[in-house]
């Protein structure tokens, strides 16, 4: 489909395609999901780029902004969320164009669903200063929100409350096990560790179900205990 956007006697962009700044900052990000062995991308990529940075010498500084953020981070590269955030930034400077009641919606979206975003990481970091990690293993990095936030760029829909709670807590205790081989443990030490580790996989079959029957057990107890116990949250 870009063919059309070719001078076929150069082999180049053609050059009038320079005057339309908005169809600029759409090739520079459609050219961010290109594949291996798309020549034209790639041509496509250098030509936009070369007049997105001519173009900032000349427009009005609304678009300015738009084009730095473009050329700094393209949209392929974006958490949604924080994206959502600048585009709203953008969508509302531009008077001549947006839509109040859109914006309002757009704002207010935001707002709500960031509020349950943060109701999660509040009871993530009471779950894990209810383990002491940051007493307890002075060694490791304290990065549960930088964990909630790996979760929150894959899964931000409010259903996924129950995904992002559990593999944040998933990553955080990873990361301890990872700073305790890396960072603090002798090689003596991790080597028992990992015989430990490697002794789940040859307990006897009882102890499996033992096991089993616990974790039963406390799920079980954590439902009925759940002062709302839903799997998801909705916006409001």
Known sequence: MFTKFMDNDEGKLKESLASDEQGMISLYEATHVAVHGEDILDKALVFATKNLKSILTKCTSQFQKQ?????????????????????????????????????????????????????????????????????????????????????????????????RIILTKIISMLSLLDDTYDNFGTYDEVEILTTVIQRFDKIRHEHHI???????????????????????????
Not at 120 to 142: H, K, M, N, S
Not at 210 to 235: A, G, L, W
């Open 210 to 236: 033992c096991t089993y029957q616990f974790v039963h057990h406390m799920r079980t107890f954590e439902i009925e205990t759940d002062p709302n116990p839903t799997k998801s949250y909705p916006y409001a």
């Open 67 to 163: 084009v730095k953020f473009s050329l700094n981070l393209p949209l392929w590269k974006c958490v949604p969320r924080t994206l959502t955030r600048h585009y709203i930034d953008f969508y509302s400077d531009d008077h001549g164009f947006n839509n109040e009641k859109l914006l309002r919606f757009a704002k207010l979206d935001f707002n709500k669903l960031q509020k349950c975003h943060q109701r999660e990481l509040c009871e993530i970091t009471e779950w894990w200063g209810g383990l002491q990690v940051p007493t307890r293993f002075r060694y490791a990095r304290d990065r549960v929100v930088e964990c909630y936030y790996w979760i929150y760029a894959v899964y931000f829909e409010p259903r996924y409350r129950s995904a």
